[in-house]
């Protein structure tokens, strides 16, 4: 019935017969799975007989599910005999035959491929470093400061920093575009919220007055304006000053929970310095990973890139979708095409498809599992933020989400393993 033609790599090759007899059985299966659908004068449905179903529809009706039933049948039986096959996709189906004689069959199946492991434990690895630069408590105040900003309606003419109320008309030559024009149009003038010189040619004007502001769309923005000159109508309606709350003790208090600006910056300093810690820990972890993942030999196949492919692309069309966007608007939009998106991430995702096979074989080998006792303490205390038990928590997740769960701890502890197991200097 099946026989393996050859193993490449982890891809499993089978030639896959059935005689007349046994083909002829197939047939009769979808005739009783589908008899039901057909209609024919005379016969209640249901009850036609199989040759009057192919005299009234095609000798070949059944066909098609009787050849679903066979590979199916083919299938389950090569996964019973090669117990070591572990399919990562659908098989590649390659017919050969088909006809009242039976039918030859060629089937692929690709597998999880076999990893060998370099060296991953005793190598010297050089950490990520960097050191908080006072620079960044200041631009972290600053930030703050404009975002409790005051803005205070003026008589003078617009300048850098002053949030202007516009009204707008945009025309490529000589014609409005869609989404070109507004009124009241809330504007920051430096912001660079606007495309290409804009705002800077807002700067001077006064309030009522028209001026004709000439920009240029870049090459990267939508398909209809890219590389466009536009000219835009513009009047401007009002000024506000921006005006920046004083850098005092007032301040500190009226933004945090602390009386003094010295106590404030401190504690600033001290969650900058905690998130500064995070990211080059993050890094660290970077660097060792790729050492691991290079050392290792591992022939990834193409069926798993192009599933990690697929779930690039599902969880872009997510992100767009927030901005009311189809993938096949985003695509026209940008010139672009599903096939070049692949194309640019294969690399990355055949990268990402190694390192994944790598570190589930370490995990493997070192026997990395996570306990119900580790599971249930990691529970816990997340169950206790939400003031809830253990076992309500966990029935609240549902068994997908509890073995991510479970997987994000046996990650942490690939981690600290592999941070234990090197040197990190």
Known sequence: MFKLAKKQDSVYNFVV????????????QAYEETKAKYAVQGFRKGKVPRKVIEQNYGA?????????NAIQNAYVEILDKYKEIEPVSYPEIDIKKIDEEGIEVKIAITTVPEVKLGEYKNLTIETAKGELDEEKVNTEIEQLRNRTARFLPVEREARNGDVVTIDFIGRVDGVA?????????????????????????????????KRTVTVTFP??????????????????????????????????????????????????????QASLDAELNRKTEDILIAEV???????????????????????????????????????????????????????????????????????????????????????KEI??????????????????????????????????FLKTSNNLV
């Open 383 to 416: 169950a206790d933020k939400y003031k809830k038990s253990v076992e309500d928590y966990k029935k609240s997740m549902g068994e997908k989400e509890l073995t991510y769960f479970k997987n994000g701890i046996i990650m942490n502890k690939l981690l600290d």
């Open 219 to 272: 090459d990267n923005y939508t398909k209809e304006l890219a590389g466009k000159k536009a000219d835009f109508e513009v009047t401007l309606n009002n000024v506000e000053e921006k005006q920046l709350p004083e850098l005092n003790d007032e301040f500190a208090s009226n933004v945090s929970e602390f009386e003094t600006l010295e106590e404030f910056k401190a504690d600033l300093r001290k969650n900058l």
């Open 293 to 379: 993942v290079k050392n290792a030999e591992v022939v990834v196949p193409d069926a798993m890139v192009e599933q990690q492919l697929d779930a690039y692309l599902q969880d872009f069309a997510t992100r767009i979708s927030y901005q009311g966007l189809t993938m096949d608007q985003y695509f026209e939009m940008f010139g672009s095409s599903e096939e070049e998106f692949r194309t640019e991430k294969r690399e990355v995702a055949r990268e990402n498809v190694k390192t994944r096979l790598v570190l589930q074989e370490i995990i493997k080998v070192e026997n990395l599992i996570a306990t119900p006792e580790e599971v249930d303490a990691k529970l």
């Open 17 to 28: 017969k059935y005689d007349a007899e046994e083909w002829t059985k197939f047939i009769e």
């Open 60 to 68: 070949n009706i059944f066909f098609e599910d009787a050849f679903q």
């Open 177 to 209: 575009f869609e989404g070109g024009s507004a009124e009241d149009h809330r504007l920051e003038l430096g912001s660079h919220m606007f495309v290409d010189n804009f705002e800077d040619q807002v700067v001077g004007m006064n309030i009522g007055e």
